[in-house]
């Protein structure tokens, strides 16, 4: 009886621990440089209860793998894109980063831990690959210009040299009739009405939105100027400097502000898309650049504190 006992017990024990089942997932085991994947945690049980897991908010460290047997831990880390979300259904509790790499090479996430029915489990270690975008044929390279950074000198173009004279020109008759109608007329005192932020922010958006850049192979240009109009109209906004802060610190910046969270996404969206332009080249159709401008509009619009006429 006892030796029964005893075997029904190692039974029900084993079957207890067999009720958890740990599994770790990655969407792409390839990525580029800048691009988005996913890293995913499930934990299944047969009594599911309360779960602890402590997840990174920022970035995520990984270990470089250097060659065939050896590891580095220099730091590495990738950069989490969206705060980390986890779910419970049924008998399943799902974790999810989104996340992305700025650096080349192959790379190892190591597992968590999670802490379940008194007891401390850990993922299995992830790996993937990451890879520089590779280089299109007669495309020339150079610096991102930010407020801070100066593109290189243009070629000389002679057909921008006469539209830029011309519209001197332009600009010196319209002084001179100016001038001559205001000393034709009795002085009287003007008052001028500066304009405010946000008809400036919005004419600049008209304004790129008119060059149509993309027209002239100047894709990325146009989406650097977007990026910039935003910060410099996000710093303005709220009187604080915001033009060398990343996306993910403006995201974090805003949040902390209280503002709505699809105002947030939105900027968000306008400012990732920028970045995918810019370092991952990426290409978007024009739909898309066209939708981002009203996007940008938008933001500009609802975040604007409301204007009041007080001329008499």
């Not at 580029?32 to 009594?47: C, N, P, T, W």
């Not at 590495?76 to 509790?93: C, G």
């Not at 004279?165 to 100016?178: C, E, N, P």
């Not at 802060?245 to 900027?267: A, C, H, M």
Request: aromatic content about 12%; charged content about 25%; hydrophobic content about 40%.
């Amino acid at each position: 009886m006892t030796r029964f006992l005893t075997i029904v017990l190692i039974l029900w024990a084993c079957s207890y621990v067999n009720g958890q089942e740990l599994n770790s997932y990655i969407s792409q085991s390839t990525v580029s440089i800048g691009q988005a994947f996913e890293v995913k945690y499930q934990l299944s049980s047969d009594s599911l209860t309360e779960v602890f897991f402590k997840a990174f908010d920022n970035e995520i460290p990984v270990l470089e793998k250097t060659d065939s047997s050896v590891l580095s831990s220099d730091s590495k880390t990738i950069e989490i894109l969206e705060p980390f979300e986890d779910t419970s259904f049924a008998s399943n509790w799902v974790g999810r980063y989104t996340a992305t790499a700025w650096d080349s090479g192959l790379f190892i996430i190591p597992g968590p831990k999670i802490v379940f029915q008194d007891s401390t489990y850990q993922f299995d270690d992830l790996a993937f690959q990451c890879l520089l975008v590779s280089k299109k044929q007669n495309v020339d390279l150079y610096d991102i210009r930010e407020n801070f950074t100066e593109l290189p000198p243009k070629p000389f173009n002679i057909f921008d040299f006469l539209v830029n004279w011309w519209w001197a020109i332009l600009m010196i008759v319209i002084t001179l009739v100016f001038l001559l109608w205001k000393y034709k007329k009795p002085k009287v005192v003007e008052i001028t009405k500066e304009i405010s932020l946000k008809d400036r922010t919005l004419l600049a958006i008209d304004s790129l939105e008119e060059a149509k850049l993309w027209e002239q192979d100047r894709l990325k240009e146009h989406f650097v100027e977007l990026s910039y109009i935003m910060r410099r109209y996000l710093s303005a906004r709220y009187t604080d400097s915001l033009m060398e802060k990343t996306t993910e610190e403006i995201k974090f910046y805003l949040i902390n502000r209280e503002l709505e969270r699809d105002t947030i996404d939105t900027t968000m969206t306008i400012l990732s898309s920028s970045d995918m332009v810019k370092f991952a080249k990426s290409k978007p159709d024009l739909i898309s650049i066209l939708r981002f401008s009203a996007l940008a509009k938008q933001i500009v619009t609802e975040t604007s504190p409301l204007e009041f006429d007080t001329d008499e």
